[in-house]
């Protein structure tokens, strides 16, 4: 199998090359050269058809017939132990509606509880929200929560600088020191 049929399941077209008859053209030098192209054209089919033919005699002389034992399949993983599924389905668990920051159905904050920096850079506050427990405080992006709650003040709640002189955070991991091998220096 090809990688075109196995991206799109089917064969790729032939490559079309006009094909040439003689004397169709007025023009000297255009028919010699179009005779040669399909002259070339011709030897290429040939050696191709002969070089396939050849490469399947060669298989077929070597070739075996042979029967393997049956190999071991782990009980797993593989599709042939899968059984049909048998009774009623069970019916579909729908998920929880998203509600979006900001909205009339999300409690207002209650308390910033601590911050820290995804691994994409951009800080994370962890929000106790009105009417909710401190378990279930949530980590929201700080600045959805600023545009969405102006009114609360972040810097008072948890120490959160957001300005100033611009430090390493101490939380974060120290950059791995790479040492090249004694055999490269």
Same mark, same amino acid.
């Given at each position: 199998?090809?990688?075109?049929? =196995?991206?799109?399941?089917?064969?790729?077209?032939?490559?079309?090359?006009?094909?040439?008859?003689?004397?169709?053209?007025?023009?000297?030098?255009?028919?010699?050269?179009?005779?040669?192209?399909?002259?070339?054209?011709?030897?290429?089919?040939?050696?191709?058809?002969?070089?396939?033919?050849?490469?399947?005699?060669?298989?077929?002389?070597?070739?075996?017939?042979?029967?393997?034992?049956?190999?071991?399949?782990?009980?797993?993983?593989?599709?042939?132990?899968?059984?049909?599924? =048998?009774?009623? !389905?069970?019916?579909?668990?729908?998920?929880?509606?998203?509600? !979006?920051?900001?909205?009339?159905?999300? !409690? !207002?904050?209650?308390? @910033?509880?601590?911050?820290?920096?995804?691994?994409?850079?951009?800080?994370?506050?962890?929000?106790?929200?009105?009417?909710?427990?401190?378990? #279930? =405080?949530?980590?929201?992006? @700080?600045?959805?929560?600023?545009?969405?709650?102006?009114?609360?003040? @972040? #810097?008072?709640?948890?120490? @959160?600088?957001?300005?100033?002189?611009?430090?390493?955070?101490?939380?974060? $991991?120290?950059? $791995?020191?790479?040492?090249?091998?004694?055999?490269?220096?």
């Amino acid at each position: 199998m090809t990688p075109f049929e =196995a991206l799109y399941g089917r064969a790729p077209p032939p490559p079309t090359i006009a094909g040439y008859t003689n004397g169709s053209t007025a023009i000297a030098s255009l028919e010699a050269s179009l005779s040669q192209r399909a002259h070339a054209l011709s030897l290429v089919k040939a050696n191709l058809h002969r070089a396939q033919h050849r490469m399947v005699q060669q298989t077929n002389a070597h070739g075996r017939d042979r029967t393997f034992a049956e190999a071991r399949i782990h009980q797993v993983f593989h599709v042939s132990l899968l059984k049909p599924c =048998a009774g009623q !389905p069970i019916s579909q668990v729908c998920p929880l509606p998203v509600v !979006p920051l900001g909205t009339t159905d999300s !409690p !207002p904050p209650l308390q @910033l509880l601590d911050t820290r920096t995804a691994n994409s850079g951009s800080v994370e506050a962890l929000i106790h929200w009105e009417g909710q427990s401190a378990d #279930e =405080a949530s980590w929201v992006p @700080l600045d959805d929560v600023a545009a969405f709650f102006p009114s609360l003040r @972040l #810097e008072d709640n948890a120490g @959160l600088k957001t300005g100033g002189i611009v430090a390493s955070d101490p939380k974060a $991991r120290p950059k $791995r020191q790479l040492k090249r091998p004694a055999r490269y220096i």
